[in-house]
């Protein structure tokens, strides 16, 4: 079982950056595929960012493309979402998701995740 709670977010004016972390407890997290996930009122959870095990592999959603980055240290068990340019539209709650995968593989698609932390309140005002 892996354990991952989320942390960093907030209310924050458009143009404003901040930071996510996820954080994960209960087991090595250094071979599980990570994403970033959010889910605006009224609308279904969507697809943000992933990193693969190492941190080679990346990738992100268009509409964040080049305003967030997402990263991973595995020694702390943590994976980040710098989030930069914030824009009303990023309003959502922002959740972490794991998955075991030794294949080196980015997962983009919230179906293939086993593990979800609670998510976290991102807050962007016009």
């Known amino acids: 079982q892996v354990q991952l709670v989320e942390s960093g977010g907030g209310l924050v004016q458009g143009g404003g950056s901040l930071r996510l972390s996820c954080a994960a407890s209960?087991?090595?997290?250094?071979?599980?595929?990570v994403g970033w996930f959010r889910q605006a009122p009224g609308k279904e959870r969507e697809f943000v960012a992933a990193?693969?095990?190492?941190?080679?592999?990346?990738d992100y959603a268009a509409s964040v493309k080049g305003r967030f980055t997402i990263s991973r240290d595995n020694a702390k068990n943590t994976v980040y979402l710098q989030m930069n340019s914030l824009e009303p539209e990023d309003t959502a709650v922002y959740y972490c998701a794991a998955d075991p995968s030794t294949l080196g593989a980015v997962l983009t698609t919230e179906y293939e995740y086993t593990y979800w932390g609670q998510g976290t309140q991102v807050t962007v005002s016009s």
């Open positions: 209960g087991r090595t997290f250094g071979n599980y595929a």
């Open positions: 990193i693969n095990w190492s941190g080679v592999g990346v």
